[in-house]
């Protein structure tokens, strides 16, 4: 099963059988360490090694260190083959019934499936690669390919996709995602609900990105954006939150002394806007100290909306059940406390309404099996 299982000692049946919502998973850094020993055994000349891809237990890096592993994997997947783990049958011609695959974006949903998660929103950055031909539109192609398997197959999850704009391409990369992102939000029907702003929170500016976003917006993208994930960004992250993102990714930094404030925290509880919060990544990449010191503990000591997430399950090897699991024993929540967590965590999700009483109706279904009553 999954790779990270083996680093832990124990996870508890509750928490895999929780169903589970995942709304912050960014697709290269969810890359399990099984998937990403085929992708190195098919690129021997690259020589990546297992430990350049992963944190394992115990282990921290800067979350400079993490971005440079980001750059490690993204050479690993640098073709739409590779986003789908397909290979060509040498003598036919270009043609999807040509593959055989087994796709990393499937291994990636397949993964979740198996953790109880019941439904995903991915975020992925396209990419164009002038050495293998692909192309930002391939690339987005393969992932809502690889979901479509996904879905052909009847795993029990519902699969969606947030056109990620990383901040290191700056504003006119920016526009061009977020016009791909208009393309295939039109075009995929309530599969591309969103745009994510991501990347390395120290490379550019908030006002630079507020254009794209804004139109975005406009659109009818749903808006998830990365914000306060290292301190001292006050401004910056009041620029972000003027736009009144639909979700905010990490915000480590709102309620802390470095860069936060009050002010801050009363905007996004004024707002209730949902944190998208992951306890292993913030503590592995050393933004947060301990896991008793995550911020959790204080939006949840004030019932603020907040869903647990994994961020980069691969690179952080861990998994959604396992995060659940540390907030509850580190946060003393009761198994009732966590199912409510989880619940209520499908308030958050992009889709539509229709989908949400799905999801509630199944979690509803599922509450005397998990919860013994
Ligand atoms: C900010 C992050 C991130 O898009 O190639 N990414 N951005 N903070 C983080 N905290 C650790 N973790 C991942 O997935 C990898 C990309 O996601 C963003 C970075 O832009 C990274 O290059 P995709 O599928």
Redesign the pocket.
Known sequence: MIEAEEQQPCKTDFYSELPKVELHA????SISSHTMKKLIAQKPDLKIHDQMTVIDKGKKRT?EE??QM??T??QLTSSPEDILMWKKKKEEAYNLDCYEFTKVTKDVIKEFADDGVKYLEL???P?RENATGMTKKTYVESILEGIKQSKQENLDIDVRYLI?V?R?GGPLVAKETVKLAEEFFLSTEGTVLGLDL????TVGQAKDFLEPLLEAKKAGLKLAL?LS?IPNQKKETQILLDLLPDRI??GTFLNSGEGGSLDLVDFVRQHRIPLEL?LT?NVK?QTVPSYDQHHFGFWYSIAHPSVICT??KG?FATHLSQEYQLAAETFNLTQSQVWDLSYESINYIFASDSTRSELRKKWNHLKPRVLHI
């Open positions: 960014h697709l290269n850094g979350l993490c971005f980001f750059q994997i993204h975020r992925s950055t990419r990620a990383d290191r991501s990347g390395d929170p990365h994930e990714g990490h992951c990544s990449s961020d980069d690179v």
